[in-house]
């Protein structure tokens, strides 16, 4: 759900400098009527719609793989791709904005993102829909920091909290919303409108901020980009993801393919840490992690997050898969989870300032490994409510999580290295969402096969045969429907497991919370966390 929100804050950061800079002309007076409300219009619907995509698909996962042919495995291929290519062009928001211009940057981007959602729509095969995704996450990395940037510089210092307001909603909203639509246009009409979607508003979008904010654009320069630190970055972040995305169809590093994209993740990563350490303008300031509370927040942010994350895509996969649930009813229990998440969210906002936020941050990520915890007890007849229970007792660790956690970290940097800081910390985010995706999958499927072998070696089919058959089934009908009942229960149990893992994990992210100092800066001193 609102798991994109703090991303999104964070990485605004890169850009909210750049755009400060710049004031003091008359292109930075606030508007006002009108085309106030047009512009802050335009920006908070652009907003929306990203944040909307990356959970509107989670649902529409089983359909795209049985339109295409392809394990569910490789469906979430879909959601991983975009996140790899969000991952590798947030960092070069900032750049980009420098270089183009804040206003040219959106609208390009938002139109691009339009046309790589009618590819992903129109896609016939698993390889274009995943090049497409990669493009639309290329696009769309730089919206939503651009978005809250455009909206800082329209709006008078007055109503800029109102501004933030808006722009907050749509970021908690969208989640929300997300799963419900994804899966009622998926059931009522096909996977391929959940990308289609996109086009008009996108279209929208695009024109209304050219339009609106045209004559309003940032100053612009020719400024110097860390060309071989980003080739180095797409180099090991690709060959690291297509590692994690291959390696169980291909037995692990039993496969020569799998050995050689190791060791090019590998090698590549070694040179791209040496690289930025020692470039001037790197396009990932790395030096941020001597700072312990940057660094220890952070790898607790990775690991809270990226398991996180992999829950909110393995829950629908299985309502759908094991359980017969459709996408639109599997798109209502995972929805549920922003419902305590947008309630809270103010009151943790106002806590932030006088509390520490490392014991908000520990509460809301021990609270991920509780409800991690209640859902250990599922099973293959639970109804609804069980299985919302725990999605709507997530949502009150949401906000305690992602607000105290960017406090933490990025007032433990130099004021100077915030920008960079946040661009790092949007950077992890979206990239532990990926690798967490990807793991999960490749364990829930693993132990969906342990189970299974487990479940066959102690199971005396002969009786339940018999009975069915007796009842009218025929000797094929029956051994069909032993064959269902074992892999739904196969597929249960691997959940089960993942989800006690999951709160392991979650346990061990609490605890790196408390390397971090107690933050210098509380949430009123740090813009834009």
Not at 67 to 82: E, F, K, N, R
Not at 100 to 113: E, L, W
Not at 505 to 516: S, T
Request: aromatic share 10%; glycine share 10%; charged share 10%.
């Amino acid at each position: 759900m609102s798991a994109t929100a703090p991303a999104a804050k964070s990485s605004a950061k890169s850009t909210v400098e750049s755009a400060a800079k710049s004031a003091g002309t008359h292109h930075d007076a606030p508007l006002r009527g009108t085309a106030l409300l047009i512009a802050g219009f335009t920006l908070a619907l652009a907003n929306f719609m990203v944040v909307l995509d990356t959970t509107i698909a989670n649902v529409s996962v089983a359909h795209i793989a049985g339109s295409l042919a392809i394990s569910a495995s490789q469906g979430t291929w879909v959601i991983t791709s975009y996140a790899v290519a969000e991952a590798i062009c947030v960092p070069l928001t900032g750049w980009l904005a420098g270089r183009f211009g804040s206003v040219k940057t959106f609208a390009v981007g938002m139109a691009g993102f339009g046309i790589f959602s009618l590819l992903c729509g129109a896609s016939t095969t698993l390889t274009m829909l995943v090049v497409c995704r990669i493009g639309q996450g290329l696009c769309g990395g730089p919206l939503m920091p651009l978005s809250q940037t455009l909206m800082l510089r329209i709006f008078p210092p007055e109503r800029r909290g109102q501004a933030m307001g808006i722009w907050a909603m749509t970021t908690v909203v969208a989640p929300i919303l997300g799963p419900i639509l994804g899966g009622t246009l998926s059931d009522n009409w096909s996977w391929h409108w959940v990308f289609f979607i996109n086009v008009p508003v996108a279209a929208l979008c695009a024109f209304g901020a050219w339009r609106a904010l045209g004559s309003r654009e940032t100053p612009t320069e020719r400024v110097r980009i860390d060309r071989v630190g980003l080739a180095l970055m797409v180099v090991w972040i690709g060959a690291l993801q297509i590692l994690l995305d291959l390696g169980r169809e291909r037995d692990w590093f039993s496969d020569g393919l799998i050995v050689s994209l190791g060791l090019i993740a590998l090698v590549g990563f070694v040179v791209f840490l040496v690289w930025e350490l020692t470039e001037d303008q790197p396009i990932v300031d790395l030096r941020v992690f001597r700072h312990r509370g940057f660094a220890a927040s952070v790898a607790s942010m990775a690991f809270a997050f990226g398991t996180f994350f992999a829950t909110i895509v393995i829950v629908p996969q299985w309502l759908q898969l094991a359980l017969g649930y459709t996408a639109t009813d599997a798109g209502y229990v995972t929805a549920f989870t922003g419902v305590a998440a947008l309630a809270l969210s103010p009151i943790v906002g106002k806590l932030s300032n006088t509390a520490d936020a490392r014991l908000l941050t520990f509460f809301g990520i021990v609270w991920f490994g509780a409800t991690s915890l209640l859902r250990v007890q599922w099973t293959s007849g639970a109804d609804f409510w069980t299985l919302a229970m725990p999605q709507i007792v997530q949502g009150i660790g949401m906000p305690f999580f992602f607000i105290p956690i960017s406090i933490i970290a990025l007032g433990a940097v130099d004021p100077r290295e915030t920008a960079s800081a946040a661009g790092v910390m949007g950077f992890l985010r979206t990239m532990s969402a990926a690798i967490g995706t990807s793991l999960s999958i490749s364990l829930w499927d693993d132990g969906t096969v342990a189970a299974r072998s487990e479940i066959v070696s102690r199971l005396n089919a002969g009786p339940t045969s018999d009975s069915l058959q007796q009842s009218g089934f025929s000797l094929d009908q029956a051994r069909a429907a032993i064959e269902r009942i074992v892999q739904q229960e196969s597929m249960t149990l691997a959940s089960d497991h993942l989800f006690l893992a999951s709160s392991l994990i979650f346990l061990v992210a609490a605890g790196l919370i408390w390397i971090a100092p107690r933050p210098k800066q509380m949430a009123g001193s740090v813009p834009a966390h």
